[in-house]
């Protein structure tokens, strides 16, 4: 029968463990990081799409703590809130969530045209926010 041995593979397995740690702590601080470079091309682009009536709503535009669990984590990013208004057409006093003014810029109603600033966005920020988790995951990996 054939006999194996190896050298040095606990060092590799020590490493690999290592490698495993340091991303556990570095994942939620690269969400973090990305997602304040998404808020603010969002929100610049919210407001040259001239989404800002009242202000509230760019201002609303934000990110969610760091969700998931062990195998997955996320961050979102979308307007937030309630505006201080409701809808004055239908006669609903409440006040609409901000989501729902997103979501009516960004893909329009058949008497709104779309002012699809999210998907602009984040087409734009897509490079910047990889630079930006990229930054972190470097600098939390000593490099």
Do not use: C
């Amino acid at each position: 029968m054939a006999e194996f041995t190896t050298v040095g593979l606990e060092e590799v397995e020590k490493a690999f463990l290592r490698m495993e740690e340091a991303a556990v702590t570095a994942v939620p601080k690269m969400l973090k990081a990305g997602a304040d470079v998404l808020v603010e091309a969002q929100r610049a682009e919210a407001l040259a799409m001239g989404l800002n009536e009242t202000g509230g709503f760019v201002k609303s535009i934000k990110a969610t703590a760091v969700k998931g669990n062990d195998t997955e984590k996320y961050v979102d990013v979308y307007p937030q809130g309630r505006a201080k208004h409701g809808n004055d057409r239908k006669g609903d006093k409440s006040n609409v969530r901000n989501a729902t003014i997103g979501f009516v810029a960004e893909y329009g109603t058949s008497s709104q045209q779309a002012r699809p600033y999210m998907t602009v966005a984040n087409e734009k920020a897509h490079e910047k926010v990889i630079d930006a988790e990229l930054e972190v995951w470097e600098r939390e990996q000593g490099k």
